[in-house]
């Protein structure tokens, strides 16, 4: 059925940063969950956010403004709860939300994953056969009544039916979920909402003829109905592809393209439509090329109907204001945008009227605002000039040869490694970090500062290490980590100590929940001046007879969890610091650390949505982390971790980076994983402790998680560890469930040793 509703705003985002500016809900969370604050108080922050990113949006000139964009913990949670989707086992929960999030002393959290290819993390739908869904409108209209209280009218946004039952493996009960958004759109409209905003991220990837036949039910269905805000579907992270002409044929008024990523090709389908046009990125923090911007959105309004000027995703992606940020060099500042400046820039060519971007420019040494290449280039991304090289996948020979002395085969280093090492059945370990302790932050703070000395703070930092290999050793741990106490963040860190970064004072993003990282700016060519890590992993093997690991991060993880470099491509960034991570490697190695572990836990994140950019994708990933490692001799033991990130999708190319040892995963995930690794020929250490949740797992429950790796793996392959690092954690969470898990692997040795194993 077709209707006219109300022309939309000519300019708008996808979405906004809601951890505050001065990350006020990071506190208030944590305050709830310690107990130090109450639920009303925490609802009072999360509404003092909702009114200062309204107010400051309609200050800057934004003409439509989202609402519902705003969570306390993730969105696809919170469409979980919108649409009853909230399993049986929680209900009961004195707070069924967060014990879903993070779990309880008795109910383990929902899974946890990447959303599409960002380091943001959300929670994995449950939905089944017998879930039932009853529509819980309590959230989003209680936002669109603050909202009017404030004097702003707002779009509502939600998670879109097709996308979330994706997430939800849960396709077949398509029937029933819309219902609850056919109920929904009805409720908006009694509450007089001009348009409401459904994104459906999922549809720039590949789909099935299944899949889009959803699609156009879906919104052929909530079209037709006739009292209902206008539809308005997002789409992001890439070009819709075959799902645009099935999108466009649908009664959806307006449909948002990602011309960052997805590019032009195609948009004829959207005749008539309202194309809410992202040419502003919300993945990076360039400034927009206005040029090429004004250029796309002329060519857009020769096919729409109506041509809205917004960012190419949520604007969640990036730190709120770059004027925050005293420290950086003015002429890198200079090319920068963070969220306020990025809808500044949309607002400036809403209203420039497309006709000429010149009064937009800003000068630049290069114009790209392309920080990760599109899953599928359809044509050229409007933020990256022509000149510029496509920082994509891609074949054909580096200027320096891909590795550099490449190591024995597996089965000759496992030799060696035996005899040098020694360990015993089911050895034990961690991922690297140990809790950050309130102590330890103020006194890295102050070093900063200038109020406390280089000596002093570096004699606490050792002071820590001590304390950390202590408990390792009573404990009963076989091979030991230093713990990481002189480290802010597993990237930033290793930013702050090579050349080509710089670092943020205030640049927060969030990563899930109350977690938020500061990504540093990769902004030139890479190397190491010095040794990063050498002196702590020297020190933490002072202090013990047992194995040390040094603990290193991976070139592609340094490189995705970073805002990088756009006038290169993306392969040669990552060997740039595949370079700098192999001199770290050899150094290590020097200093007689036995035992060296580079983690790579973004290599499934960057994988590309599109099935076609990804064999070339992961051929120089996995060929930058062998570059990386390639230094270490053959009796050292070269350790990855890779957590959160569906890694079952990349066995072979995990097999491929020719680690020793992989750790991954499998607690939180109830060992999912584990059905997929049994050709896997190395060591593997499958996590038995979700780090993510205050709960501790008792010595039984690491017990059959255990169990279950060894009925895929031979024991001798198999390592036994958390499922991340632990400092999120308190040490007294930590030494609580590492005694549990030596306790279930004292138990498991001696029944093996019984069998003769």
């Not at 060099?329 to 060519?349: C, H, I, P, T």
Request: hydrophobic share 40%; aromatic share 6%.
């Amino acid at each position: 059925m077709s209707r006219s509703p109300s022309r939309f705003p000519r300019s708008t985002v996808l979405g906004y940063p809601r951890i505050g500016p001065r990350r006020e809900l990071k506190r208030a969370l944590e305050a709830y969950w310690d107990g130090r604050g109450s639920r009303a108080e925490l609802e009072a922050a999360g509404a003092a956010i909702r009114e200062g990113t309204w107010t400051r949006l309609a200050e800057l000139g934004l003409e439509g403004l989202p609402s519902n964009t705003f969570s306390l913990y993730d969105q696809v949670l919170d469409t979980a709860v919108l649409l009853g989707a909230v399993p049986e086992r929680y209900r009961a929960a004195e707070d069924p939300y967060f014990a879903m999030a993070r779990g309880t002393d008795g109910l383990a959290p929902l899974r946890m994953t990447k959303w599409f290819d960002t380091n943001y993390h959300y929670i994995v739908p449950e939905v089944g056969p017998d879930t039932v869904f009853e529509l819980d409108a309590a959230k989003p209209l209680a936002e669109l009544r603050q909202a009017r209280e404030l004097g702003f009218e707002t779009r509502p946004v939600v998670i879109g039916p097709v996308t979330f039952l994706l997430l939800a493996s849960a396709l077949d009960r398509l029937d029933d979920v819309l219902a609850c958004y056919e109920e929904l759109l009805a409720v908006l409209a009694a509450e007089r909402v001009t348009w409401v905003q459904f994104d459906e991220p999922a549809l720039v990837a590949d789909r099935t003829p299944e899949e889009l036949a959803a699609v156009r039910t879906a919104y052929e269905r909530l079209g037709a109905r006739s009292a209902r805000p206008g539809l308005f579907v997002a789409s992001y992270f890439g070009h819709l592809g075959e799902a645009l002409p099935v999108l466009a044929a649908t009664p959806v008024e307006a449909i948002g393209v990602d011309l960052v990523r997805g590019g032009l090709d195609g948009l004829a389908a959207l005749a008539g439509k309202t194309v809410v046009a992202g040419v502003v990125s919300g993945r990076d923090v360039w400034r927009t090329a206005p040029e090429r911007a004004a250029h796309a959105l002329r060519a857009v309004r020769e096919q729409a109907g109506q041509v809205v000027v917004s960012t190419s995703c949520s604007l969640l992606h990036v730190p709120y204001d770059v004027e925050a940020e005293p420290d950086l060099d003015s002429g890198l500042k200079a090319r920068l945008a963070f969220a306020e400046q990025k809808v500044a820039e949309v607002v400036e060519l809403a209203r420039s009227g497309f006709e000429d971007g010149d009064q937009l420019a800003r000068p630049r040494p290069h114009a790209g605002a392309l920080s990760r290449p599109p899953a599928e280039p359809h044509s050229e991304p409007v933020s990256r000039p022509h000149s510029e090289p496509f920082s994509g996948p891609r074949s054909g020979p580096l200027s320096q040869p891909v590795v550099a002395g490449e190591r024995a085969p597996y089965a000759v280093r496992a030799v060696a490694q035996a005899a040098h090492l020694r360990l015993p059945l089911l050895p034990t370990t961690t991922i690297g970090s140990f809790p950050q302790t309130g102590e330890l932050r103020e006194a890295r703070a102050a070093a900063v500062a200038g109020r406390l000395s280089a000596a002093d703070y570096e004699r606490r930092v050792e002071g820590e290490i001590e304390r950390v290999i202590r408990v390792q050793e009573r404990l009963g741990l076989d091979v030991l980590v230093h713990g990481e106490p002189e480290r802010n963040d597993m990237v930033q860190y290793f930013a702050e100590h090579l050349d080509g970064f710089a670092v943020t004072r205030n640049g927060w993003v969030q990563s899930y929940g109350s977690r938020c990282t500061r990504p540093p700016i990769l902004h030139g060519d890479v190397s190491r001046p010095e040794p990063i890590t050498v002196r702590w992993a020297r020190h933490a093997r002072s202090l013990t007879d047992r194995p040390v690991k040094g603990m290193l991060t991976g070139p592609v993880t340094i490189v995705a969890w970073s805002f990088t470099r756009d006038d290169l491509p993306l392969r040669d960034v990552v060997f740039q610091v595949a370079d700098a991570v192999r001199e770290e490697v050899r150094d290590l190695e020097a200093a007689g650390v036995p035992i060296i572990q580079v983690d790579e836990p973004a290599l499934r994140e960057l994988l590309p949505l599109r099935e076609a950019a990804r064999a070339g994708y992961l051929e120089w990933a996995v060929a930058a982390y062998r570059r990386a490692t390639s230094g270490a001799g053959d009796r050292t033991q070269i350790h990855t971790h890779l957590c959160y990130s569906d890694a079952d999708q990349i066995l072979d190319a995990i097999d491929g980076l020719d680690a020793d040892v992989t750790t991954i995963e499998s607690a939180r995930s109830g060992a999912r994983l584990l059905g997929s690794v049994g050709a896997f020929e190395r060591g593997l250490g499958p996590g038995v402790y979700d780090i993510h949740s205050p709960r501790v797992p008792g010595a039984d429950e690491v017990e059959r998680l255990l169990r279950e790796a060894l009925r895929t793996l031979p024991a001798e392959r198999v390592w036994v560890n958390p499922d991340c690092g632990l400092k999120t954690r308190t040490y007294e969470q930590v030494e609580a469930a590492l005694a549990n898990m030596a306790t279930a692997t004292r138990r498991l040795r001696a029944e093996l040793a019984g069998t003769g194993r």
